[in-house]
């Protein structure tokens, strides 16, 4: 079985460095990526288009798709464009989109709502707007304290500073474009959820609000921050197996 994980906002293929061997000592392979906009492809145009574009070019048959925090929009995107291909999607601590709106009306805005009370800072001083050369305006964080609160709470103080040396802006454009997946809702892709439940990104209200959107009703979980792929690597990998073995949804 091969995994592709695609990672959420403000990260990139690093961050799953330390998930990809213990996914491979459980005998699978992996693959993480990039998408436009993020990472090493920090200024290539990041859209819904160019994210599709991205992950039909690596996706192959039978592969299990990995999306992390937005990288679930990524992944419904691709299950859109080429559901032939995709054994089964994993949505671990991963938004879902609503057909017809943006990412933000999707995540009911959280960022704006609840990031400031968890990291105990007004909005306007945990994120600042910057352009980024050929991709336009993208939001960053402004404070190690802000990605450790939101992100890493469970991780090292190593992890939480190697993390936050490669976090990247995060492209607007992408949370304002409106999902059209007529083909991803009518798919009979196998769909499951991780739960993240010491998440501090988000509640858990909206992870069933989620899991809703998925037709889901059960889900595997992990005691960790929003980034068990970090602190808790081996306990991910594990999870992940039994994704693929279809614990829950055969």
């Known amino acids: 079985m091969r995994f592709v994980l695609v990672h959420g906002g403000f990260h990139g293929a690093w961050c799953w460095q330390r998930l990809v061997p213990e996914i491979e000592r459980l005998g699978h392979a992996a693959v993480a990526i990039d998408l436009p906009g993020a990472g090493e492809r920090l200024t290539e145009p990041a859209s819904h288009a160019s994210w599709r574009a991205a992950l039909r ?28 291909r995709i054994a089964r999607l994993v ?34 001083e945990l994120l600042e707007v910057v352009d980024v050369p050929a991709q336009g305006p993208c939001v960053r964080l402004t ?19 190697w993390a936050w040396a490669r976090l990247t802006p995060m492209p607007l454009a992408p949370s304002q474009e409106v999902f059209h997946l007529p083909t991803f809702w009518g798919s009979a892709i196998p769909r499951d959820f991780l739960l993240t439940t010491d998440d501090r990104s988000h509640s858990v209200a909206q992870d069933n609000a989620f899991m809703r959107r998925l037709g889901l009703s059960t889900a595997l979980s992990i005691v960790s921050s929003h980034s068990p792929f970090v602190s808790m690597p081996a306990e991910t990998a594990q999870l992940l197996d039994r994704c693929a073995a279809g614990v829950l949804t055969g």
Do not use: K, M
């Not at 996706?59 to 032939?84: K, T």
């Not at 933000?104 to 968890?118: F, I, K």
């Not at 304290?145 to 500073?161: G, K, T």
């Open 143 to 161: 404070t190690p304290r802000a990605a450790n609160a939101l992100f890493y709470h469970d991780c090292s103080p190593e992890d939480q500073a």
């Open 57 to 84: 070019d690596v996706v192959e048959d039978g592969d299990v798709l990995v999306g992390h925090s937005n990288g679930g929009f990524a992944i419904s995107l691709a299950a859109d464009e080429v559901p032939d």
């Open 91 to 124: 949505y671990l601590s991963a938004a879902v989109p609503i057909e017809g709106e943006s990412a933000n009306a999707a995540t009911d805005d959280n960022v704006a709502t609840e990031w400031p009370a968890t990291v105990g800072l007004p909005l306007d």
